[in-house]
């Protein structure tokens, strides 16, 4: 397996734009994470979805940022108008059992 | 408040020396604890995990150790090399939930 697929790797955008993050998960595992990483707040859980269905998204910061998994194999994060404080770095994440396995992230940079 | 604190210094060690990185928690009663390691530019990647009723748990020249009444982890690699340098990560599952907690993580620099 590939492992989690996330795209685009890098995303630099001005403030006010719409952006789309996207993700694979590996086939098979039933639950899906979004999470944010940055120096001052380290990695924080914005949504999950357990088969597809929005479980948790309390900590999304903002009514900019929203989540769909319309399937099993793809979830996007959008954010929408970004702001300069959403620069991070985004990861998806999918579980099979205990065990969370991650993508290799987006670096968002919001000027 | 719930918190979960990591070392947030650096650890510099010799290679070959025993590496020991610290996980302490308040307000949390996790079914299970995480490590994950991470390095510069990816994902976390996980390492190893023990449950509340377990005290010690080993992979290869890996050791997690986990006290419930402490509430702290202690994770050890013995025989370190350079190739360990990463952050180290810990997380905290809470029963009942199906999310994890993450410290912030220590970075673990290991020299020749």
């Known amino acids: 397996d590939a492992g989690v697929i996330q795209s685009p790797r890098h995303e630099v955008t001005e403030m006010g734009q719409e952006v789309t993050l996207r993700c694979k998960p590996i086939s098979g595992h039933d639950y899906l994470f979004w999470y944010r990483q940055t120096m001052m707040r380290g990695l924080e859980l914005l949504i999950y979805?357990?088969?597809?269905?929005?479980?948790?998204d309390s900590g999304m910061p903002e009514d900019r940022f929203s989540a769909k998994m319309p399937n099993a194999s793809f979830s996007t994060l959008k954010i929408q108008p970004s702001e300069p404080r959403d620069s991070a770095v985004y990861f998806c994440?999918?579980?099979?059992?205990?065990?969370?396995?991650f993508g290799p992230g987006t670096r968002l940079t919001v000027l | 408040s719930q918190k979960i604190e990591q070392n947030s210094e650096a650890l510099n060690i010799q290679e070959g020396k025993t590496a020991t990185l610290t996980c302490n928690y308040t307000?949390?009663?996790?079914?299970?604890l995480q490590w994950y390691r991470q390095d510069p530019g990816r994902g976390p990647v996980f390492l190893l995990l023990i449950r509340e009723n377990e005290k010690e748990k080993r992979k290869e020249r890996l050791k997690v150790t986990f006290d419930t009444t402490l509430k702290q982890s202690l994770f050890h690699i013995t025989a370190s090399q350079p190739a360990d340098s990463a952050t180290y990560l810990c997380a905290l599952h809470s029963g009942g939930y199906n999310k994890l907690i993450f410290g912030a993580g220590t970075r673990l620099a290991v020299h020749p």
């Open positions: 979805f357990n088969n597809n269905v929005p479980i948790d």
């Open positions: 307000n949390y009663s996790p079914a299970y």
């Open positions: 994440a999918s579980r099979l059992a205990d065990t969370q396995y």
